[in-house]
């Protein structure tokens, strides 16, 4: 079965710190990888997504995050959080054979402190 | 653009009457919507797919008699929770996705609490 892993469940930074979140995937296939955000109180909101291309990809916000297939990986970085990127970070990938179906990874919970 | 929205936001209703939760695709047709349902501090799980006009599929262990889905537009897509007890107290989210996309919108959630 296809699974999504966030490595850091829980990560307290410092503003202007630099961030990297982990995201790690299983499926051999053709996948659609994405990050979405959901500040408190909030609903989702998409931070950037790969479909094709370069596996460098940027998002909103100052955040990109790399493709590596040979990793199945695609972690979410950002060279200098502010407190406002306070949220919960959830890693989803769609997969060919997923019907239509993204699966979400557990969720990261970054709380930076001013 | 693509935003979904979800009433009411938040419900409270006693234990063993039925809630439901509307999904509405505001500025686009979503052929497929999807239900999910967030424990605190934990990930989206998925409950079930709805295509518009036809019945939804279900997740392995959501009851489909308890949680009804109806998608009969390509803008509203209802969940329905039947005979709520406590611990159907959760989040619900619904997403929608335009026909050949894969990207989801969210909906803002609906904070369902049994008494």
């Known amino acids: 079965a296809q699974s999504v892993s966030q490595h850091n469940h829980h990560v307290i930074l410092s503003e202007a710190a630099s961030l990297e979140l982990g995201c790690n995937y299983s499926?051999?296939?053709?996948?659609?990888l994405f990050w979405y955000v959901q500040y408190p109180g909030q609903h989702l909101q998409l931070l950037l997504k790969y479909f094709s291309g370069d596996p460098l990809v940027k998002g909103i916000k100052g955040f990109e995050a790399e493709f590596i297939k040979s990793k199945f990986s695609f972690n979410l970085r950002k060279p200098s959080v502010q407190w406002s990127d306070t949220a919960e970070y959830f890693c989803?990938?769609?997969?060919?054979?997923?019907?239509?179906?993204?699966?979400f990874g557990q969720g990261t919970t970054l709380q930076v402190k001013p | 653009g693509a935003v979904v929205s979800q009433h009411p936001s938040r419900v409270i209703c006693k234990s063993g009457t039925s809630v439901k939760i509307e999904c509405r695709s505001l500025d686009f047709q979503a052929t497929t919507m999807f239900w999910y349902r967030q424990f605190p501090k934990q990930s989206l799980m998925l409950m079930a797919t709805s295509n518009e006009g036809s019945k939804a599929t279900y997740e392995q262990g959501v009851e489909k008699d308890k949680f009804l889905i109806n998608h009969a537009s390509l803008t509203l897509s209802t969940l329905t929770v039947t005979s709520a007890h406590p611990e159907d107290s959760s989040f619900y989210i619904c997403?929608?996705?335009?026909?050949?996309?894969?990207?989801?919108?969210f909906g803002p959630g609906t904070r369902l609490t049994v008494t």
């Open positions: 499926y051999g296939g053709t996948v659609n």
């Open positions: 989803a990938v769609y997969g060919s054979s997923n019907t239509g179906k993204l699966i």
């Open positions: 997403s929608a996705r335009l026909a050949g996309w894969y990207e989801q919108y």
